[in-house]
Every structure is written in structure tokens, then in C-alpha cells.
């Protein structure tokens, strides 16, 4: 009996580790390519932004 709450706790800890992992990663991906989106047009109005500085072009 004990065993079997000890393996459901687990499992649901492992899931909700996962869905955690995988928010982030999209979150992560969302906020830099709004910045990427941001940098490109603040650029493309002649505007010099942090990124276009550490340019190594």
C-alpha cells in the first residue's frame, strides 16, 4: 500500500518536472525571439542596439 503512494508521488513529481522543463524551454525560446524581433526593427529604423554593439562583424 505504501509502496504504491510512494510510486504515484513519483510519477507525478517526475510529470510535473517535465511540464515545468518544457514552459520554460518554450518561454525561454518566446522572450528571445521577441528581442530578436525587436532588435532586427529597432535596427532596421537606425536605431543602435545592444546586440548590433557586440557584433563581431
Same mark, same amino acid.
Given at each position: 500500500?505504501?509502496?504504491?503512494?510512494?510510486?504515484?508521488?513519483?510519477?507525478?513529481?517526475?510529470?510535473? *518536472? *517535465?511540464?515545468?522543463?518544457?514552459?520554460?524551454?518554450? +518561454?525561454?525560446?518566446?522572450? /528571445?525571439?521577441?528581442? @530578436?524581433?525587436? $532588435? $532586427?526593427? +529597432? /535596427?532596421? +529604423?537606425?536605431? @543602435?542596439?545592444? +546586440?548590433?554593439?557586440? /557584433?563581431?562583424?
Amino acid at each position: 500500500m505504501i509502496f504504491r503512494a510512494v510510486r504515484l508521488t513519483t510519477k507525478t513529481f517526475f510529470g510535473l *518536472l *517535465l511540464i515545468a522543463s518544457v514552459s520554460l524551454n518554450i +518561454a525561454t525560446v518566446t522572450i /528571445s525571439g521577441v528581442y @530578436t524581433a525587436v $532588435s $532586427s526593427m +529597432a /535596427s532596421a +529604423a537606425g536605431l @543602435t542596439t545592444v +546586440a548590433a554593439l557586440s /557584433s563581431p562583424i
